[in-house]
């Protein structure tokens, strides 16, 4: 069983206000499980009565429209936690978690995380600013949905992946999105993002091999992001 007071998602979320004695308790009630590419973690309408803690790969948060297209809204990384608002809010999941890579995650029940609630102050700060963090990501995403053009929220986008997840040895972009899901980022349909990914590596913004793409001038991108 994983120490929770030796692991590295303590350092990087809410966790961090707890002490040994109520990590260890921690330890002794959650689960852990491995997750594969492609795997659901939770789905959208699924009661998770708990919090699960990020603790390798990443994962993209998304909801299914009325015309059965994948809109992603975020994107989850190792040190993060998931389902913190539903838990607290008592409602079914509004989005569903599926691994872009293998994950490792661990599962915290409601109860104790509720317990936690109760006798670590600090603790309920922190899973505060957490959410309300999430909430100002997803104003901050709604307008640059209804501001910027699709070629803008695409540059922003690569900058994105670019930044925060870094690249693979042959310089290619580490999180591989498909058209499709790429697309769903930014709100358009497959064949428009296709059209401006092509559009990019005629400037020689980004590089094109086969479903990969390099970042060959993020100077230029940014520009366009902005």
């Given at each position: 069983?994983?120490k929770?007071?030796?692991?590295?998602?303590?350092e990087?979320?809410?966790?961090?206000a707890?002490?040994?004695?109520?990590?260890?308790?921690?330890?002794?009630?959650?689960?852990?499980y491995?997750?594969k590419?492609?795997?659901?973690?939770?789905?959208?309408?699924?009661?998770i009565?708990g919090?699960?803690?990020v603790?390798?790969?990443?994962?993209?948060?998304?909801?299914?429209?009325?015309?059965?297209?994948?809109?992603?809204?975020?994107?989850?990384?190792?040190?993060?936690?998931?389902?913190?608002?539903?838990?607290?809010?008592?409602?079914?999941?509004?989005?569903?978690?599926?691994?872009l890579?293998?994950?490792?995650?661990?599962?915290?029940?409601?109860?104790?995380?509720?317990?936690?609630?109760?006798?670590?102050n600090q603790?309920?700060m922190?899973?505060?600013?957490?959410?309300?963090g999430?909430?100002?990501?997803v104003?901050?995403?709604?307008?640059?949905?209804s501001?910027k053009?699709?070629?803008?929220r695409?540059?922003?986008?690569?900058?994105?992946?670019?930044?925060?997840?870094?690249?693979?040895e042959?310089?290619s972009?580490?999180?591989?999105?498909?058209?499709?899901?790429?697309?769903g980022?930014?709100?358009?349909a497959?064949?428009?993002?296709?059209?401006?990914?092509?559009?990019?590596n005629?400037?020689?913004?980004?590089?094109?091999?086969?479903?990969?793409?390099?970042v060959k001038?993020?100077g230029?991108?940014?520009?366009?992001?902005?």
């Open positions: 069983m994983g929770c007071e030796q692991c590295i998602v303590r990087f979320s809410s966790l961090k707890l002490n040994k004695e109520e990590l260890t308790r921690i330890a002794e009630c959650k689960t852990s491995s997750i590419k492609g795997e659901h973690i939770f789905e959208e309408g699924e009661s009565n919090i699960y803690c603790k390798g790969g990443v994962c993209k948060l998304s909801k299914l429209s009325a015309n059965g297209k994948d809109q992603i809204v975020k994107l989850v990384k190792s040190g993060e936690l998931l389902g913190q608002r539903s838990m607290i809010s008592g409602e079914p999941a509004n989005l569903s978690a599926v691994a890579e293998d994950m490792e995650v661990c599962f915290i029940p409601r109860s104790e995380v509720v317990d936690l609630f109760d006798k670590n603790f309920s922190n899973l505060m600013k957490t959410i309300c999430d909430l100002k990501e104003s901050d995403h709604v307008v640059s949905m501001q053009t699709v070629k803008e695409l540059a922003e986008t690569l900058v994105y992946l670019h930044e925060t997840f870094g690249k693979n042959d310089g972009l580490r999180i591989q999105l498909s058209r499709e899901e790429l697309a980022m930014i709100g358009t497959t064949e428009s993002c296709i059209r401006l990914l092509s559009d990019f005629k400037l020689g913004f980004i590089e094109l091999a086969g479903k990969k793409i390099v001038d993020i230029k991108l940014k520009r366009i992001a902005d």
